[in-house]
Nanobody
Framework: QVRLVESGGGLVQPGGSLRLSCAAY????????VSWYRQAPGKERELVAS????????TYTDSVKGRFTISGDNAKNSVNLQMNNLKADDTGVYYC?????????WGQGTQVTVSS
């Protein structure tokens, strides 16, 4: 079964760090572009970061540039999102997603809360 499973969310103080992981099942993640999205309460889902197939290109939304890093872990068939210097505005549910054979595959999401 083709699916994505996120993990690593939690509660962190402003300025802290979290590492999210997106594990892929039923397909090889490095052959596809994988993205991280987030949705804050009352807001639309937004694209946070993407990594192209084979990890050649990474892109970030402006608000996370210099703080977040997306990377692939081929050994674990996963895509990670390292988040540093977290801010309250980073709070939300984080989802990973990909397009597999013209099907949009989404994970179930993991909650990130940045609060003192």
């Amino acid at each position: 079964q083709v699916r994505l499973v996120e993990s690593g969310g939690g509660l962190v103080q402003p300025g802290g760090s979290l590492r999210l992981s997106c594990a892929a099942y039923g397909f090889t993640a490095r052959y596809y572009t994988v993205s991280w999205y987030r949705q804050a309460p009352g807001k639309e889902r937004e694209l946070v970061a993407s990594i192209s197939n084979s990890g050649g290109t990474t892109t970030y939304t402006d608000s996370v540039k210099g703080r977040f890093t997306i990377s692939g872990d081929n050994a674990k068939n996963s895509v990670n999102l390292q988040m540093n210097n977290l801010k309250a505005d980073d709070t939300g549910v984080y989802y990973c997603a990909t397009k597999w054979l013209n099907l949009d595959i989404w994970g179930q999401g993991t909650q990130v809360t940045v609060s003192s």
